[in-house]
């Protein structure tokens, strides 16, 4: 349903602390003394803290006057704090957002310029050395500020109008005036001063979600770390392939479009005859039937869930198209709503979009605009590979003979210490960075290199020292920022196409549709054409057999386009079969999740007529996979031990939804860490990682089809033979949650357990109680789980704690956007206290959504405030 958003302040129980692991988003900072704690007290103590918060709150109503503005500009604002901008002119338009990015969430901004720039030392000090020096090698800003200086006009033209708004809020406030974060940065480096914002630093960040959503690398880096342990036999029981036949890949057959740009008026019908007779989905037949057994999830971590359904499904008659992607979890959300208008559309001024972007990058990343509507989940393609170099001292080895390394040095500031040198060594490959990160380093000391799950211990190998270097698409200049506003200016598929060939890095899935329709998919991206690798494990750099022979041509990657089953679906599977020309990855997700989206459109549509409420049920959808296989498994286990066995009567009794009310759920969940755990960790010489839970279903399914298999006996935990090891991981499950909720199941429940801690990027992990509490919010109740659509992601291992969550929800309804709902995280504000700071949370637990005002009339309505901007003079 859709309902209001009120804000939710209040605190649940305890919850087990999840692991901090995006570069960047989440630093880590021990950086104040207790005296700063004591001053922090002494000023809350005062009130004058009060009012150090409340001065960065932004006018929401009147007339400011700014320089650099071309005309009146009307920004309206809804109870949730949302803008909708209003101009005569694109660069007017863009202006205004940045200057509304900046009242908005400006500390975001600033801070994430500097986890881009490798500049985080500069605002917190030597602790963030380290990072500093990883991205730094990488050169996400170098390749940012080519980008820029390779945009044609009129797009460089939007960023640089966007720089002004930020530039012309920063002119009336700096410091304190901007953020709250300024003014508790000011008790360690009082020295700090804000800098002009740049196109450079907008671009920069799309660098920093391209690595959030990189694919393979920790497979990859994980794999090669482990293959010393580990017999090749071992290694691909442990790395399974896609199940094929058993769960569905998004394009089972490519449609045949028109080449990008050659399209006029296009017979809608004709079209879609031509181009879907082929599609059969055949490989969801055996999925569906699996999953309608079983009721199927998601893996954890970073991906997303996108689906679009045709009109011929909908009550409407029109489509509908869905979206969450998953993200870590943020403070603020990662995500800031918008609805961006020219006054009068025309080819001068053509956007009227609304959707969800990023704060510091103009545009809608996601949404749609008067004709069409997108959505994004991750491609999970790899494009990034680790390579073996062979370094002799200022030269590596290539096809037998020396070449110089590329190096540079860089001076990296450090607040309130000396400066510190960087030198950044690079080969034909890419950046070397071994050396700056454990895992790499490790790779370098005990090499292994593999192709197509064969693993070997390099062969052949010239004379010097190993190091690991990495190549990676986005270290490449390429045209996504561009993309951006190609996308909220097509007004057809083969224009959403356009912009697809536009959009270089991050590769996703993106899905369309249209008020005439139309529904379909495009893979973007550039996706590597490699040599003698495969990419799975570290290839022999010294070797040009192995590099990349250039990327995928765009009309030959998969697109779809009206297909006869009336829906697509994505959620990180497999995007084609084994038949493709082209070598993707190893590394999808499982297809657990796309498995149950598939189930549950199908099971909906047998019916009745779908709508909006039913893709928001799909969104919510708490179906645990593996819970359902354990109820089975342990159908006939008993261990003799009350409290054990009456946990197991509930798991039998569940209905396999890890609902944030149910005991079962708590129970599952802490079984499955716990066989997990026994299977592969505890008291095993060489502990196999348990990173990819997705993965993991897999295996442990099959294991338990397979009682011989060796994995079922741990001698060191005295446990010999399947059921053995399923008692044992029982009474371990019961133990431990007996510790965490107490011994009477009446007391179990998953919502707390796996609750969801919100914490400030920055200050919410300072290591202060005081200046923690000022940012940081929760923990939250939440259902759902890994490999559950609604992706409320854990860490096997450390707890239960939600970590990776749906960042936004959205259905689109193309027969009336104003009947359309969204919803993200946290709040349209990044201001500690401000009533728009976390105000959508309580909606987002509950898996609602907010209604969705795009018509001028709805917006009307829908306002609570409006500031206009004028030109200043």
Known sequence: MLKPSPAHDDAPDAVDEPR????????????????????????????????????????????????????????QRDVLGIPTITAGSADDLFYAQGYVHAQDRFWEMDFRRHVTSGRLSELFGESQLPTDRFLRTLGWRAVAEQEVAALDDTTRAYYEAYADGVNAYLAEHQGADASFEYAVLGLQNDDYEIEPWTPADSVAWLKAMAWDLRSNIEEETERAVIAPDFTEEQM??????????????????????????????????????????????????????????????????????????????????????????HLGASLPSVWHQVS?????????????????????????IIGHNDRIAWGFTNLTTDVTDLYLEKVDGDSYWRDGALVPLESRTETLK????????????????????????????????????????????????????????????????????SAIFALNRAQDFDDFRGAAALFAVPAQNLVYADVDGNIGYQTPGSLPIRGDGDGSMPQPGWDSAYDWQ???????????????????????????????????????????RAARIVDLIQRASATRPLTAEDMRDIQADNGFFLGMRLSGAYESIQTGDAGTDAALDLLRQWDAQNDADSAAAAFANVLWSELADNLFVEGREHPVPLSDQARLFLLVDGLLRDPSSEWWTNEALGVSGQEQMLQRAATDAYERLSELQGEKTSKWNWGSLHALPLVSDTFGSSGIAPI???????????????????????????????????????????????DSGWNHLTGTSGHAFHPNYIDQTETWQEAEMTPWAYSRDAVAAATTNTLTLVPAG
């Open 772 to 818: 923690e509490w000022l940012f940081n919010r929760g923990p939250f109740p939440v259902g759902g789980g890994s490999s559950v659509v609604n992706a409320t992601g854990w860490v096997m291992g450390e707890g239960f704690a939600t970590v990776t969550v749906p960042s936004m929800r959205m259905v689109v309804d193309l027969a009336d956007f104003d």
């Open 550 to 592: 250039g990327y995928i041509p765009f009309e030959e990657l998969p697109v779809s386009y009206n297909p006869d089953e009336g829906y697509i679906v994505t959620a990180n599977n497999a995007v084609v079969g084994e038949d493709y020309p082209y070598f993707l990855t190893r590394d999808w997700d499982y297809g657990w």
């Open 414 to 481: 450090v607040a309130g210490d000396d400066d510190v040198e960087l030198e950044i060594r690079s080969t034909v490959h890419g950046p070397i960075i071994s050396g700056l990160v454990d895992d790499y380093t490790a790779i370098a000391e005990d090499p292994y290199t593999g192709n197509g799950g064969f693993i070997e211990q390099p062969s052949g190998a010239p004379t010097g020292e190993y190091a690991v270097s990495l190549q990676w698409t986005a270290l490449t200049p390429a045209s996504t920022p």
């Open 236 to 325: 691909q029981e442990l790395y399974p392939a896609y199940p094929f036949d058993r769960n569905p890949v998004i394009v089972p057959s490519i449609s045949t479009v028109p080449a990008v740009g050659t399209v006029a008026d296009v017979d809608r019908d004709a079209e879609a005859d031509a181009a879907t007779a082929s599609i059969q989905w055949s490989e969801v037949d055996g999925v569906v039937e699996a999953v309608s057994e079983l009721v199927g999830g998601v893996g954890e971590g970073i991906g997303s869930n996108s689906w679009v359904v045709s009109g011929d499904l909908t009550e409407s008659g029109k489509p509908l198209l869905a979206n969450d992607p």
């Open 340 to 364: 961006l208008k020219c006054r009068v559309v025309s080819e001068e001024c053509a956007f009227d979009v609304s959707g969800f972007g990023f704060s510091g990058v103009p545009g809608v």
């Open 20 to 75: 901090r692991r995006s570069v960047g988003r989440t630093v880590g900072i021990t950086l104040y003394s207790i005296v700063s704690g004591i001053v922090v007290l002494a000023l809350i103590a005062t009130g004058f803290v009060v009012y150090t918060i409340q001065r960065s709150f932004p006018q929401l109503d009147g007339t400011v006057a700014v320089a650099g503005l071309g005309g009146e500009v009307t920004v």
